[in-house]
C-alpha cells in the first residue's frame, strides 16, 4: 500500500480565517513533506519532516504553519492566508530522507483564498 | 547546481500513436531520476524511478524509459498512446548533497494531449 490521504479535498477560506489542512500516510515512512502547486507549475517545496522534526524550511511565510504530531500525521495551519496563497497543496512521504527515497503524494487539497 | 530540463512543453498525439517526452538533466554523478504523471486536480502519481543499473525499462501503465548517460537523458516513452494517458508528466531529479539529500528538483512539467 503506497497510500498518502489529505484532507480536505477542497477548501475555501477568507483571508482572516484559521484552517488546517491534514496528511496521513500508514506505510511507516519517517520523512514527509509539504509542496505547493499553482497551476501549470511543477510543485515547489515548502516544509520537509525527518523522523518528526522540521529537517527544512524553504523560507516558507509564517502564515503557514507545519505540525508533525506523530510519525503517521502532518498538518499545515493556516492563518491569515493572502489570495496568492491559492494552489494546490500536496503531501508527500517517503521512507528515509535520502537521495533513494522514492516520494509517494496524497491527491492533494485545492485551496481557495478569498 | 543539479537540474531538470522538459523541452516540450505541450505535445498532441493520436490516440494509438507512439509517444516521447523528453527530460534532460544536469548532474556530476549518478542521478536519482523520477517520472510522475499528474492527471487534473489530482496529486502526483509515480511512474518510474531510475536509481543504477539497468538503462531500459518499464513501469506501470506501458510506458518505458530510458537513461542515456552520454545524453544526459532520461526519456519517457509509450508504443501506444491511449486517451486516459492525457495528463501532465513531470520528470524529476532527486538532491544528493548535505541536509537536502532526497528532495525533488522537478522539470516544468510536459502536458500530453490525445485526439481521437
Known amino acids: 500500500d503506497t497510500e498518502v490521504t489529505q484532507t480536505p479535498k477542497h477548501l475555501v477560506m477568507g483571508m482572516t480565517n484559521k484552517k488546517s489542512l491534514k496528511c496521513e500516510q500508514h506505510?511507516?515512512?519517517?520523512?514527509m513533506y509539504w509542496y505547493k502547486q499553482k497551476a501549470k507549475k511543477p510543485p515547489e517545496l515548502m516544509f520537509v519532516y525527518s523522523y518528526e522534526k522540521l529537517s527544512i524550511n524553504e523560507s516558507v511565510p509564517s502564515r503557514f504553519s507545519p505540525e508533525c504530531p506523530n510519525s503517521s500525521l502532518l498538518n499545515l495551519h493556516l492563518h491569515a492566508l493572502q489570495p496568492e496563497d491559492s494552489a494546490l497543496y500536496l503531501c508527500?512521504?517517503?521512507?528515509?530522507?535520502?537521495?533513494?527515497?522514492?516520494?509517494?503524494f496524497g491527491p492533494g487539497t485545492r485551496l481557495l483564498v478569498l | 547546481a543539479q537540474s531538470v530540463t522538459q523541452p516540450d512543453i505541450h505535445i498532441t498525439v493520436s490516440e494509438g500513436a507512439s509517444l516521447e517526452l523528453r527530460c534532460n538533466y544536469s548532474?556530476?554523478?549518478?542521478?536519482?531520476l523520477f517520472w510522475y504523471v499528474q492527471s487534473p486536480g489530482q496529486g502526483l502519481q509515480l511512474l518510474l524511478k531510475?536509481?543504477?543499473?539497468?538503462?531500459l525499462f518499464q513501469c506501470i501503465k506501458g510506458f518505458e524509459a530510458e537513461f542515456k548517460r552520454s545524453q544526459s537523458s532520461f526519456n519517457l516513452r509509450k508504443p501506444s498512446v491511449h486517451w486516459s494517458d492525457a495528463a501532465e508528466y513531470f520528470c524529476a531529479v532527486a538532491l544528493n548533497y548535505g541536509g537536502s539529500q532526497g528532495n525533488l528538483i522537478f522539470g516544468k512539467g510536459t502536458k500530453l494531449s490525445v485526439k481521437p
Open positions: 508527500a512521504s517517503s521512507q528515509e530522507l535520502a537521495v533513494a527515497g522514492t516520494q509517494y
Open positions: 506505510m511507516g515512512h519517517r520523512a
Open positions: 531510475y536509481f543504477s543499473g539497468d538503462t
Open positions: 548532474y556530476g554523478a549518478t542521478p536519482y
